[in-house]
């Protein structure tokens, strides 16, 4: 079990550039999760799949986010025209089944110039 | 919607003492959860109650649930320095499987 896993771990970008991260979840886990971490704040959810099917979005995900999942393992989530209120930590989560615990990867911290 | 609100927000205490911390939420809540967050780090789960009642222990910390009061508690026995960290509170709603957290409990730990 090698846990989840997000790449890049650090990501500095100029406004207006897209970015796109990667969450690898523990291998079978079949759910993947998205969430938004801001400075003393607890995370906020943005995303979750079940296998490749996108089942719940959150308000805060607009236009300009987009999140894939395309063959039910690995996930990708894209920021379009980076604005400075994106900057956050953007973390990644994976689970068995809908009743257990959700496992948090390392995370990705965005920072937008 | 559901809304959940823990306190306190800060935490300073000194080693061998015991305290709790509060998670209070807004609407009947299918499931809570409590995670610890190092500086820097990313969330490690440490327990998941499902029912009315429910009371979990690992080591130091204890975690308990009153869903007709709609509070869960997590109490700290005998606190050490490597108790500190923040403390987050998240439950689900309405068979969602997002969570939604508190906006945290930081506490430090003092020899």
């Known amino acids: 079990d090698t846990g989840v896993s997000q790449d890049p771990r650090h990501k500095i970008t100029k406004r207006g550039q897209n970015v796109t991260f990667r969450c690898d979840p523990i291998?079978?886990?079949?759910?993947l999760y998205w969430y938004r971490q801001t400075l003393g704040q607890g995370p906020e959810f943005l995303t979750y799949f079940q296998n490749e099917a996108q089942l719940e979005k959150s308000r805060l995900l607009s236009d300009r986010f987009s999140a894939e999942r395309p063959k039910g393992s690995f996930s990708t989530l894209e920021i379009q025209r980076t604005e400075q209120g994106d900057s956050a930590m953007y973390l990644c989560?994976?689970?068995?089944?809908?009743?257990?615990?959700?496992?948090f990867g390392p995370g990705t911290r965005l920072t937008v110039l | 919607e559901l809304k959940v609100e823990q306190n306190p927000l800060f935490l300073s205490m000194q080693e061998g003492k015991n305290y709790t911390i509060y998670c209070n939420y807004s609407t009947t809540s299918d499931r809570l959860y409590w995670y610890r967050q190092d500086p820097g780090k990313s969330l490690e789960s440490l327990f998941v109650l499902l029912s009315n009642g429910a009371v979990k222990q690992e080591g130091r910390l204890m975690a308990s649930l009153d869903t007709k009061a709609r509070l869960s508690t997590l109490h700290i026995t005998a606190a050490v320095h490597d108790l500190s960290a923040t403390y987050f509170c998240a439950g689900t709603q309405g068979g969602s499987e997002k969570l939604v957290f508190g906006k945290g409990t930081k506490l430090t730990v003092n020899p």
């Open positions: 989560a994976s689970s068995l089944d809908p009743v257990n615990e959700q496992f």
């Open positions: 291998s079978e886990h079949n759910r």
